[in-house]
Every structure is written in structure tokens, then in C-alpha cells.
């Protein structure tokens, strides 16, 4: 016979459903299925008879047969209630876990573990927390089995870290402090001296609570032991990075929607900075700033990860840039060569090409074993996935990574891209491969980094830009190098793009950037439209690297172009206000004009170093003087046609050798070889 719990009982077994509750973090999933319950029992009227029933065995085998979708620990906990002859009391049992529920009586402590413990050992830890604290407290309880050992407890305002993982990591941030260009014994006894000087110790984090809002911007309390660029994680699993440290608040910019985030959210911190995924498995997909695949395709599968921010390699580690990055096209390759490891600047108006360029580049990589990375910065997304569709169609995407923080995408997304694929090409030049990285652009960066700054409430200086704001980009491509054959002999080439506006160059941004690289390839958008593409000027570009970043066949022909070139710029103004011009005048005219025609090139078109020599050195020695201007394309083409089908052991010899004698004579009869067949039609 059903019998009256006391105040007493009913408060014991409360306590013990809300322990069951919070054990498992499913305190509203609890309240709700309690409910549920007594309405069962209220309209079922199976449930109703056999609840009336005095044969306990009965009733307990119903309620596990015919409620199995409950909870099991739930419907443990009913059948203690029935053993107990309590069930009369159950409503009120409802009311008082209610009661104590909203209460907060108990203090919820979080507690990860690698592996599950006894009972016992967990109100024994309950029990310590309390007697600390001077409160009741209940735990959490989460596996979480890349602890290694150890424990970790989130409580209050704080997280406090004794986990195996995180002293680990501590120690690894330790070593990665020791210089790797002393000796390896040096090396070594360093790496001995901090190991033993080691101690473990609790690594403590911050809690802290959302205070307001503004765009991708989030202004908190708390949070007091956090470091600059720390990631936060805000109640509802959105990560963001702490970006500003005043004395009573943090602000910290959001790697998430904000529309998900609410003032009174709590924030924990986390220890850790931003990482991105690396590795070969990235090879061929479209991923956004934080590693998330954008392709439709699976999930990123790597174990290894690479933090977004990180040292530039030292003097000491670096070699001179001395190996060409062909881009396949005749103007750069000739004039103004890119080496492995180099920071070449892509500049010029919205609309002149200046994408093109780097596609081309990227499309030239094809042979030349090098990773790409195409790193689209505030891009539409329609945009992007042409680009992804052009490389898909030429193969490029076999050893293509695209990295996209599209235009709708929060500033903070802007702002951390083009550091998240410096980070993974870094892996790659580390394991001693070649890296090309194109920024496109860092102009939108730019403008990203001065929205957050002014979300911020940071004092604005020239063009509304935060006085920081040439260590954004100086301290991004400081890390492309070309490292030393101790270190692997890796590079990473970046080639940034910035857009000026009606060619001013002298812009605030450009400056930065111009004065950071290494030389700059300027496009007018006056050539552009005049049909000159891609459309280069010869005047305002350079590159610093020059002829060490050339094959020796290239340096020995591109020498007489620009001598050629710099004569044809000035005869040709002078052509355009004089009618009377002597022969010698006109010959450079017509030189320079077939020089300017040959250097035209149809976009994702690339060329092989080798044929650019070939033409190179053919309108350098006047051997198409003769042709007609429209003729020129045309000849170009059947020329190499032609030299592929007749003379391909030649340009094996051109590749190693250069231009020797032998070659250049050889190479000369192969030319009039042609010329005697080429007809216009």
C-alpha cells in the first residue's frame, strides 16, 4: 500500500534527481521529462490502471516496457520511488526538484575527465569543491579523452586546467622558443635545461559574460586572466579571439554569426590560441578561414594543426631567393621575374587584370611541383567559384588550396583569412616543399581590420586606419621566405594583391605594401583598355630579385628587351608630335611595336619558360620585323608549332645550356627554317 513521503524524503530524493540531472548537464531535459511523466500517468489510461495497481512487480515491468524512450537513470529513479512505496508523493517530489532546480541552491561545477570514475570518487571531488568554496555543489560530468589524464574543472569565473594535454602543451610552447640554428648539440642541451626545469602546475582560465554587441564585436566582463589573440568560447559553441585588454572589460571579435550571440551569454576561455588544420588532405578543397570545408565535400580529416600567427623564419634561416616561380607569362617572366620566396606586389585599378595574373600563375604550376594557395579575401561567392571552375577545368585544383572569406562573411572572417593560409602554406615550406600564396586582396583586409579596430573604439589616424595597421601586413608577408637546406630548403612565394583608386598609387595602403615587398607589378588601366594585356607598366614595375630569379637562357635574351623597350618609349612620344622620322627612328618603332604586340597574352594562357625564350629572342634579333603587327599571334604560334615538331631536342639543350653560340646559330636556322613556310593564311 501506498504510503506519504515526509519533507524530509522528498527532499533527499529531489536532490538526488537534480544529481542525476546535472551529472548528465540535462537539468531542463529532466523538468521536461518529469512532466511528461505525471502526464502519462494523469491521460494514459493503461499507465493510470497499473499505477493503481498494488502488485509492484507489475508495475515496475510496465514502466520499463512501455516507457523505454524515458531516460534509463529517470526510469531508475521512479522504480526507487515505487520500492519505496512513495508513489503518492511523486507530484510533490516534481514540485521540490523544481523548486531546488530554480533555486540555485547548487553551485554546477563542469568537470571533464579522459575516462569514467566511480561514484565515490566524484562526490568525494564534490565534497573537497564544496569545503573550498563554502557551497553545495553538484558536477558535470564530460569525457573528454584528449585530456590524456588528469582532470579539468570549470567553476565560476574560472576554468582550472589539471589535465596531462595542457601541461604538454605548455611545455611544447616552451621548446618551440629554442633557436634552431645553433648546433644540434647545443640544440639539445637547451632542449634538456628546459625540460628539467619544468614544473607542473594548474593552468587557470578565465570566465566571463557577454556585455553588448556591435556588429562582429563583442564587448565582455570578466574574463580576467585571458591574453591578447586567445580564443573564447561563447555559450552557444561560437568561437571568438580576444583582440583588445582594457581594465574592466575585453573585447574580442567573433569567428561566428552574431546573430547567435545574446548580452548575458557566458564566455570561458580557453588557453588556447587560433589554429587552422594543415596538411595534404587540404590539397584540392575550398575551406573558410577556420578550416571548414565550403566544396560540399567531407569534412577536413588531419591530425595536425598550425596556429594562424607565428614568426617569421630569421636572417639566419634564410638563403637568397635564387630559384624562378615562372607565372608563364612573357612580360613578368622576362622583366620582372619572381624567385622562390619572394613578395612580389600585384597593383592597380578594380577591373585590369589583376586576379588574372595570379590565376595564370597558378595555372603555370602545373609541372613545377608547387603548392598553390588562393586566398580570396571579401570575394563574391560567385566570383570564387568561377575561379574554382577555371581550375577545376585546367587541373590546377590537384595541388590547389582555396581559402574564401566571402564579401557577407563578419570582418573578423576578413581579418584572420589570409594569416589562415600563411599557416598552411608555412607547413608545407617547412617539410621542405615550394609554396605559392596569393592574397586577394589585401585592400579588403585592410578595410576589415579598420572596421573591427573602430568596433573597437581604437583612435583612428590617416584614412580612418588604425595607427597598426602597417604590422598587419609586415608581419604576414615577413613569413614568406626561402629557408636554408638545414631547415629543409622550402619557400613560400606570396604574391598580395592591393587595388588603387584612378592609380594612385600613393595611397596609404599601396605605400605599406610597396614599401614591405620586394617589387611590384603596376597595371594601368589605361593599357587595359587600350587592348595591351596583360596590361603591365613597364615604368612603374620592378622586381628587386632581378636576374637571380631567372634561368640562364631567359637572362641572357630578356637583357636586349628591355633595352629595346626602354628606346621604343622614348621615340614613341616623340613619334606622335614629329611627321618627319629617319629610318633609324622608324625601325625602333617597328621593333617596339611588334616587342609591345608579342608581349600580349590571351588570359589563363601560360606559357613554358622555354617558348617564351624562343619568341623572346626571335623579335629581340628583328626576325619578325617583317611581319605584319595583326600577323604577329599568329606567327608566334606556328613558330612553336613548329620547333616542337622539328627541333624539341633543342629546346632541352636551351633549358640547360642556355644561349650559347651552337644554340643561338641552331635556333636562328630553325627560324628562317619557318619563316620560308609560314603563310599569314
Same mark, same amino acid.
Given at each position: 500500500?501506498?504510503?506519504?513521503?515526509?519533507? /524530509?524524503?522528498?527532499?533527499?530524493?529531489?536532490?538526488?534527481?537534480?544529481?542525476?540531472?546535472?551529472?548528465?548537464?540535462?537539468?531542463?531535459?529532466?523538468?521536461?521529462?518529469?512532466?511528461?511523466?505525471?502526464?502519462?500517468?494523469?491521460?494514459?489510461?493503461?499507465?493510470?490502471?497499473?499505477?493503481?495497481?498494488?502488485?509492484?512487480?507489475?508495475?515496475?515491468?510496465?514502466?520499463?516496457? /512501455?516507457?523505454?524512450?524515458?531516460?534509463?537513470?529517470?526510469?531508475?529513479?521512479?522504480?526507487?520511488?515505487?520500492?519505496?512505496?512513495?508513489?503518492?508523493?511523486?507530484?510533490?517530489?516534481?514540485?521540490?526538484?523544481?523548486?531546488?532546480?530554480?533555486?540555485?541552491?547548487?553551485?554546477?561545477?563542469?568537470?571533464?575527465?579522459?575516462?569514467?570514475?566511480?561514484?565515490?570518487?566524484?562526490?568525494?571531488?564534490?565534497?573537497?569543491?564544496?569545503?573550498?568554496?563554502?557551497?553545495? $555543489?553538484?558536477?558535470?560530468?564530460?569525457?573528454?579523452?584528449?585530456?590524456?589524464?588528469?582532470?579539468?574543472?570549470?567553476?565560476?569565473?574560472?576554468?582550472?586546467?589539471?589535465?596531462?594535454?595542457?601541461?604538454?602543451?605548455?611545455?611544447?610552447? %616552451?621548446?618551440?622558443?629554442?633557436?634552431?640554428?645553433?648546433?644540434?648539440?647545443?640544440?639539445?642541451?637547451?632542449?634538456?635545461?628546459?625540460?628539467?626545469?619544468?614544473?607542473?602546475?594548474?593552468?587557470?582560465?578565465?570566465?566571463?559574460?557577454?556585455?553588448?554587441?556591435?556588429?562582429?564585436?563583442?564587448?565582455?566582463?570578466?574574463?580576467?586572466?585571458?591574453?591578447?589573440?586567445?580564443?573564447?568560447?561563447?555559450?552557444?559553441?561560437?568561437? +571568438?579571439?580576444?583582440?583588445?585588454?582594457?581594465?574592466?572589460?575585453?573585447?574580442?571579435?567573433?569567428?561566428?554569426?552574431?546573430?547567435?550571440?545574446?548580452?548575458?551569454?557566458?564566455?570561458?576561455?580557453? +588557453?588556447?590560441?587560433?589554429?587552422?588544420?594543415?596538411?595534404?588532405?587540404?590539397?584540392?578543397?575550398?575551406?573558410?578561414?577556420?578550416?571548414?570545408?565550403?566544396?560540399?565535400?567531407?569534412?577536413?580529416?588531419?591530425?595536425? %594543426?598550425?596556429?594562424?600567427?607565428?614568426?617569421?623564419?630569421?636572417?639566419?634561416?634564410?638563403?637568397?631567393?635564387?630559384?624562378?616561380?615562372? #607565372?608563364?607569362?612573357?612580360?613578368?617572366?622576362?622583366?620582372?621575374?619572381?624567385?622562390?620566396?619572394?613578395?612580389?606586389?600585384?597593383?592597380?585599378?578594380?577591373?585590369?587584370?589583376?586576379?588574372?595574373?595570379?590565376?595564370?600563375?597558378?595555372?603555370?604550376?602545373?609541372?613545377?611541383?608547387?603548392?598553390?594557395?588562393?586566398?580570396?579575401?571579401?570575394?563574391?561567392?560567385?566570383?570564387?567559384?568561377?575561379?574554382?571552375?577555371?581550375?577545376?577545368?585546367?587541373?590546377?585544383?590537384?595541388?590547389?588550396?582555396?581559402?574564401?572569406?566571402?564579401?557577407?562573411?563578419?570582418?573578423?572572417?576578413?581579418?584572420?583569412?589570409?594569416?589562415?593560409?600563411?599557416?598552411?602554406?608555412?607547413?608545407?615550406?617547412?617539410?621542405?616543399?615550394?609554396?605559392?600564396?596569393?592574397?586577394?586582396?589585401?585592400?579588403?583586409?585592410?578595410?576589415?581590420?579598420?572596421?573591427?579596430?573602430?568596433?573597437?573604439?581604437?583612435?583612428?589616424?590617416?584614412?580612418?586606419?588604425?595607427?597598426?595597421?602597417?604590422?598587419?601586413?609586415?608581419?604576414?608577408?615577413?613569413?614568406?621566405?626561402?629557408?636554408?637546406?638545414?631547415?629543409?630548403?622550402?619557400?613560400? %612565394?606570396?604574391?598580395?594583391?592591393?587595388?588603387?583608386?584612378?592609380?594612385?598609387?600613393?595611397?596609404?595602403?599601396?605605400?605599406?605594401?610597396?614599401?614591405?615587398?620586394?617589387?611590384?607589378?603596376?597595371?594601368?588601366?589605361?593599357?587595359?583598355?587600350?587592348?595591351?594585356?596583360?596590361?603591365?607598366?613597364?615604368?612603374?614595375?620592378?622586381?628587386?630579385?632581378?636576374?637571380?630569379?631567372?634561368?640562364?637562357?631567359?637572362?641572357?635574351?630578356?637583357?636586349?628587351?628591355?633595352?629595346?623597350?626602354?628606346?621604343?618609349?622614348?621615340?614613341?612620344?616623340?613619334?606622335?608630335?614629329? #611627321?618627319?622620322?629617319?629610318?633609324?627612328?622608324?625601325?625602333?618603332? =617597328?621593333? +617596339?611595336?611588334?616587342?609591345?604586340?608579342?608581349?600580349?597574352?590571351?588570359?589563363?594562357?601560360?606559357?613554358? $619558360?622555354?617558348?617564351?625564350?624562343?619568341?623572346?629572342?626571335?623579335?629581340?634579333?628583328?626576325?619578325?620585323?617583317?611581319?605584319?603587327?595583326?600577323?604577329?599571334?599568329?606567327?608566334?604560334? =606556328?613558330?612553336?608549332?613548329?620547333?616542337?615538331?622539328?627541333?624539341?631536342?633543342?629546346?632541352?639543350?636551351?633549358?640547360?645550356?642556355?644561349?650559347?653560340?651552337?644554340? %643561338?646559330?641552331?635556333?636562328?636556322?630553325?627560324?628562317?627554317?619557318?619563316?620560308?613556310?609560314?603563310?599569314?593564311?
Amino acid at each position: 500500500m501506498s504510503r506519504v513521503a515526509s519533507s /524530509s524524503t522528498i527532499e533527499i530524493l529531489s536532490e538526488e534527481l537534480l544529481r542525476i540531472a546535472v551529472r548528465e548537464d540535462k537539468e531542463d531535459i529532466y523538468r521536461e521529462i518529469f512532466r511528461r511523466f505525471l502526464d502519462e500517468i494523469t491521460y494514459n489510461t493503461n499507465l493510470n490502471i497499473v499505477w493503481s495497481d498494488k502488485d509492484r512487480e507489475i508495475k515496475k515491468r510496465f514502466i520499463r516496457e /512501455s516507457l523505454s524512450n524515458f531516460p534509463k537513470r529517470f526510469l531508475d529513479f521512479i522504480i526507487k520511488v515505487i520500492d519505496l512505496r512513495l508513489e503518492e508523493s511523486l507530484y510533490n517530489i516534481y514540485l521540490r526538484f523544481i523548486e531546488i532546480l530554480e533555486s540555485n541552491q547548487y553551485l554546477k561545477v563542469r568537470v571533464e575527465l579522459p575516462f569514467l570514475v566511480s561514484e565515490e570518487k566524484i562526490e568525494s571531488l564534490e565534497q573537497y569543491i564544496a569545503n573550498q568554496l563554502d557551497k553545495k $555543489v553538484i558536477c558535470s560530468i564530460h569525457i573528454n579523452d584528449n585530456l590524456i589524464n588528469g582532470i579539468k574543472i570549470d567553476i565560476e569565473e574560472e576554468i582550472i586546467d589539471f589535465s596531462i594535454k595542457s601541461q604538454l602543451d605548455i611545455l611544447q610552447e %616552451t621548446l618551440e622558443g629554442i633557436e634552431i640554428g645553433d648546433s644540434f648539440y647545443d640544440v639539445l642541451a637547451k632542449v634538456k635545461e628546459r625540460i628539467n626545469s619544468f614544473h607542473v602546475k594548474p593552468l587557470r582560465l578565465s570566465l566571463g559574460k557577454v556585455e553588448s554587441i556591435r556588429d562582429c564585436v563583442v564587448n565582455a566582463s570578466g574574463l580576467k586572466n585571458v591574453k591578447y589573440g586567445e580564443l573564447v568560447l561563447f555559450s552557444n559553441n561560437i568561437y +571568438g579571439m580576444v583582440m583588445s585588454l582594457e581594465e574592466s572589460s575585453t573585447g574580442i571579435i567573433l569567428l561566428g554569426p552574431p546573430d547567435r550571440i545574446s548580452v548575458g551569454d557566458t564566455i570561458r576561455a580557453t +588557453g588556447r590560441v587560433l589554429e587552422v588544420p594543415v596538411g595534404e588532405s587540404l590539397i584540392g578543397r575550398v575551406i573558410d578561414p577556420l578550416g571548414r570545408p565550403l566544396d560540399g565535400g567531407p569534412p577536413i580529416e588531419t591530425d595536425k %594543426t598550425r596556429k594562424i600567427e607565428a614568426l617569421a623564419p630569421t636572417v639566419v634561416e634564410r638563403e637568397p631567393v635564387n630559384t624562378p616561380l615562372q #607565372t608563364g607569362l612573357k612580360i613578368i617572366d622576362a622583366l620582372f621575374p619572381i624567385g622562390r620566396g619572394q613578395r612580389e606586389l600585384i597593383i592597380g585599378d578594380k577591373q585590369t587584370g589583376k586576379t588574372a595574373i595570379a590565376i595564370d600563375t597558378i595555372l603555370n604550376q602545373k609541372e613545377e611541383n608547387v603548392i598553390c594557395i588562393y586566398v580570396a579575401i571579401g570575394q563574391k561567392a560567385t566570383s570564387v567559384a568561377e575561379i574554382v571552375k577555371i581550375l577545376k577545368e585546367r587541373g590546377a585544383m590537384n595541388y590547389t588550396i582555396v581559402i574564401s572569406a566571402f564579401a557577407s562573411e563578419p570582418a573578423s572572417l576578413l581579418y584572420i583569412a589570409p594569416y589562415a593560409g600563411c599557416a598552411i602554406g608555412e607547413e608545407f615550406m617547412y617539410q621542405g616543399r615550394d609554396v605559392l600564396i596569393i592574397y586577394d586582396d589585401l585592400s579588403k583586409h585592410a578595410k576589415a581590420y579598420r572596421e573591427i579596430s573602430l568596433l573597437l573604439r581604437r583612435p583612428p589616424g590617416r584614412e580612418a586606419y588604425p595607427g597598426d595597421i602597417f604590422y598587419l601586413h609586415s608581419r604576414l608577408l615577413e613569413r614568406s621566405a626561402k629557408l636554408n637546406i638545414y631547415l629543409g630548403g622550402g619557400s613560400l %612565394t606570396a604574391l598580395p594583391i592591393v587595388e588603387t583608386q584612378q592609380g594612385d598609387i600613393s595611397a596609404y595602403i599601396p605605400t605599406n605594401l610597396i614599401s614591405i615587398t620586394d617589387g611590384q607589378i603596376y597595371l594601368d588601366a589605361s593599357l587595359f583598355h587600350e587592348g595591351v594585356r596583360p596590361a603591365v607598366d613597364v615604368g612603374l614595375s620592378v622586381s628587386r630579385v632581378g636576374g637571380n630569379a631567372q634561368i640562364k637562357a631567359m637572362r641572357q635574351v630578356a637583357g636586349r628587351l628591355r633595352l629595346d623597350l626602354a628606346q621604343f618609349r622614348e621615340v614613341e612620344t616623340f613619334a606622335q608630335i614629329s #611627321t618627319d622620322i629617319d629610318h633609324t627612328t622608324r625601325s625602333l618603332l =617597328e621593333r +617596339g611595336s611588334r616587342i609591345r604586340e608579342i608581349l600580349k597574352q590571351p588570359q589563363y594562357s601560360p606559357m613554358n $619558360v622555354i617558348d617564351q625564350v624562343i619568341i623572346l629572342f626571335t623579335v629581340t634579333r628583328g626576325y619578325i620585323d617583317e611581319i605584319a603587327l595583326d600577323e604577329v599571334a599568329h606567327f608566334q604560334d =606556328e613558330l612553336l608549332k613548329y620547333i616542337d615538331k622539328n627541333y624539341s631536342y633543342l629546346k632541352d639543350k636551351i633549358k640547360i645550356e642556355g644561349m650559347t653560340d651552337e644554340n %643561338t646559330k641552331e635556333l636562328t636556322r630553325a627560324i628562317f627554317e619557318f619563316k620560308r613556310t609560314f603563310s599569314s593564311e
